[in-house]
């Protein structure tokens, strides 16, 4: 507090005094005037409100044996809806169990027939597995039986005799 006083300053006085009468000049002539229309808008709505509610209670009072039926009418028909509205949700549900049926069935056969193609997949696999297998164990043994000259000479001459000329 003491540091606020010790640094006063005239001029910042002036100048914020100054700028406060302008902002409570401009509110007064544009602010006040819509505001205390607002006001007197709304005192006259309430006035009218009011008017009107005491007009609703008297007819009110005059219309309540018509209430006491037309309330017997709206049980009826709440009735009516609630029963129709129960039936409505009953058949959705059954809708949702028959589409989830659906669904799953479709997951179910897709499932299945991925399985079929992995397994498909697979099998092929391990047919060419087990075929560079055969190769490479028929090339051994080719290899084994013409690591020897009379052998290859032997297998030459049985292909010759077997060939014909064309």
């Not at 100054?18 to 006001?39: M, T």
């Not at 009107?52 to 009516?80: F, G, I, T, V, Y």
């Not at 409505?88 to 549900?93: E, G, T």
């Amino acid at each position: 507090m003491e540091k606020l006083l010790e640094e006063f300053s005239l001029g910042l006085f002036i100048f914020q005094t100054a700028l406060f009468l302008l902002l409570l000049f401009l509110l007064k002539k544009y602010a006040w005037k819509p505001i205390l229309n607002a006001v007197n808008e709304r005192e006259e709505g309430i006035r009218n409100a009011l008017d009107s509610a005491e007009k609703a209670k008297d007819e009110m009072e005059n219309l309540q044996a018509d209430n006491q039926k037309l309330l017997k009418e709206a049980r009826a028909e709440r009735e009516a809806m609630l029963k129709e509205a129960r039936e409505i949700k009953n058949k959705m549900i059954e809708d949702a169990k028959d589409l989830a049926k659906e669904e799953a069935g479709k997951l179910v056969a897709q499932a299945q027939a991925s399985i079929q193609n992995e397994k498909k997949a697979a099998i092929a696999e391990l047919k060419t597995q087990v075929a560079n297998l055969s190769i490479e164990i028929a090339e051994k043994v080719v290899r084994e039986e013409l690591s020897n000259k009379d052998k290859q000479i032997k297998l030459v001459e049985s292909m010759l005799g077997e060939a014909t000329l064309n």
